[in-house]
């Protein structure tokens, strides 16, 4: 019985972004809300990698969107521009690392329903070396600090 307890609080933290000593955790998890007719949508979290050696995320999966990607925000000629990162983020051990507007990020392409503020969305991140986790993550207006004053383009 405590076996099958251990396993419950394991994987309700593992859902929740949070985990045990040793791992991988998503941590501050948000997606920005679109309006009708957007069909794409961003990601942005903190990942914290204890699992005591370098790791990378290589790619993100989620049923409410045909395609996802890796991106990062890069500045050419004064100009922002997203691009993929198709070899993935590395994630050093024992260090957090932001995913965040204007820096890496998760492009969601292909959104089927646009994202509600309130609701939250099924999101499948796999690691190099590390097991893949699946987070809940809340849809909001805003994230915490979340502003660009730079052009974008993708």
């Known amino acids: 019985m405590k076996i099958k307890s251990l396993f419950f609080a394991a994987s309700l933290l593992s859902s929740t972004g949070l985990t045990l000593a040793h791992g991988m955790t998503a941590e501050q998890a948000w997606a920005r809300f679109t309006?009708?007719?957007?069909?794409?949508?961003?990601?942005?979290?903190?990942?914290?990698n204890h699992t005591g050696k370098d790791d990378a995320l290589v790619s993100v999966s989620t049923p409410i969107a045909t395609q996802t990607e890796i991106h990062e925000t890069i500045n050419i000629d004064g100009m922002m521009k997203m691009r993929p990162v198709p070899q993935g983020v590395a994630l050093p051990n024992a260090k957090i690392t932001a995913l965040q507007p204007g820096g890496h990020h998760i492009m969601l392409m292909g959104l089927k329903q646009p994202l509600k503020v309130g609701t939250q969305i099924p999101l499948t991140l796999t690691f190099k070396h590390t097991h893949p986790i699946t987070i809940q993550v809340p849809v909001r207006k805003e994230g915490l600090g979340a502003t660009s004053t730079a052009p974008m383009m993708h």
């Open 35 to 48: 309006v009708p007719g957007v069909t794409m949508g961003g990601v942005f979290m903190n990942l914290n």
